[in-house]
């Protein structure tokens, strides 16, 4: 059985502090790594994607990935109230019969308080 | 990025009439769509893959005669809620894969609220 846990918060963090995410997954031949951004009564938008060991910044955003200690983060510097949504970790793998997909964590809650 | 739409974005019906939602990828080939149902306050739950010119794969819990699955081109999969309950009521989301340079990535669609009175 494939996993991939998160805490589910909620994560607090006052506007303008660092919010970290922290996501780990138990299929050690993970390759590749998605974090989505889900808003309360809406669909989950893709934010970030890593493959490679180390950290990939993209704006506020920095994905983080440790693939010996099966451990990927998402950091949000500069925190504002309208990153307050719940972040998805998903990673893919292959199933019996050949075809791919998404598995999930169950999310974490950010509250960005102004 | 990719774009992804789904239609009807919201629907109310009576219990026992079935729901059709369409789910297209709008600037991209999708032959691996998925679609999702997600309960208040609840994780995304995988209800079915969606392969071109194939049956979909359903996962364990999902009944296939209840919500049947067609994926007849390359860029349209349907979810059809048939005989649907109050029960059904839930926020229906699709999805596809995006072959990129190093990897597929999965892009969602806005979802369908379903609403059955």
């Known amino acids: 059985q494939k996993e991939v846990e998160q805490n589910s918060g909620p994560l607090s963090v006052p506007e303008g502090a660092i919010a970290s995410l922290n996501c780990t997954y138990s299929?050690?031949?993970?390759?590749?790594f998605f974090w989505y951004r889900q808003y309360s009564g809406k669909s989950p938008e893709l934010i970030m994607s890593?493959?490679?060991?180390g950290d990939k910044e993209d704006g506020r955003f920095t994905a983080q990935l440790n693939k010996a200690s099966q451990y990927v983060s998402l950091l949000i510097r500069d925190s504002q109230p309208s990153d307050s949504a719940t972040y998805l970790c998903?990673?893919?793998?292959?199933?019996?019969?050949?075809?791919?997909?998404?598995?999930f964590g169950k999310g974490t809650k950010l509250t960005v308080n102004p | 990025g990719a774009v992804v739409s789904q239609h009807p974005s919201r629907v109310i019906c009576k219990s026992g009439t079935s729901v059709k939602i369409e789910c297209r990828s709008l600037?991209?080939?999708?032959?691996?769509m998925f679609w999702y149902r997600q309960f208040p306050k609840q994780s995304l739950m995988l209800m079915a893959t969606?392969?071109?010119?194939?049956?979909?794969?359903?996962e364990q819990g999902v009944e296939k005669d209840k919500f049947l699955i067609n994926h007849a081109s390359l860029t349209l999969s349907t979810l059809t809620v048939t005989s649907a309950h109050p029960e059904d009521s839930s926020f229906y989301i699709c999805?596809?894969?995006?072959?990129?340079?190093?990897?597929?990535?999965?892009?969602f669609g806005p979802g369908t609220r379903l609403l059955v009175l």
């Open positions: 999805s596809a894969f995006k072959q990129g340079i190093l990897q597929e990535t999965q892009y």
């Open positions: 299929d050690r031949g993970s390759q590749s």
């Open positions: 890593i493959y490679s060991n």
């Open positions: 998903a990673v893919p793998f292959i199933t019996q019969g050949g075809s791919e997909k998404l598995v």
């Open positions: 600037d991209f080939q999708a032959t691996t």
């Open positions: 969606s392969n071109e010119g194939s049956k979909a794969t359903y």
